[in-house]
């Protein structure tokens, strides 16, 4: 899939009008690695959250350059933690 980049929206928003006019609203990232190593016995794509400098790699980018959703499946090995939830998990998890 040459030129997808994966990443996990966020956040949605419109700044406020004293910083000019934008035909889109915005959205907050942190990007993904990018689509290289697939998984033998299951052919998905193995991902990791992008880091940049060792922190997350952020952006903020207008939405019409999001292309389509995508679904995500989180590595948990033999133990599921009890604290994760579908707000943390993508952070927990670990590769």
Do not use: M
């Not at 915005?26 to 990791?48: E, G, M, N, P, R």
């Amino acid at each position: 899939l040459p030129g997808v980049q994966l990443a996990q929206v966020r956040v949605i928003f419109n700044l406020p009008d004293h910083f000019g006019s934008y035909p889109h609203p915005l959205a907050y990232i942190k990007w993904f690695t990018a689509l290289q190593q697939c998984d033998l016995v299951s052919s998905l794509y193995i991902i990791t959250h992008s880091t940049r400098n060792h922190c997350c790699n952020v952006a903020v980018i207008s939405i019409d350059h999001i292309i389509c959703p995508c679904h995500l499946l989180v590595w948990c090995g033999r133990e599921i933690g009890k604290d994760w939830t579908t707000d943390s998990v993508l952070e927990k998890a670990t590769s």
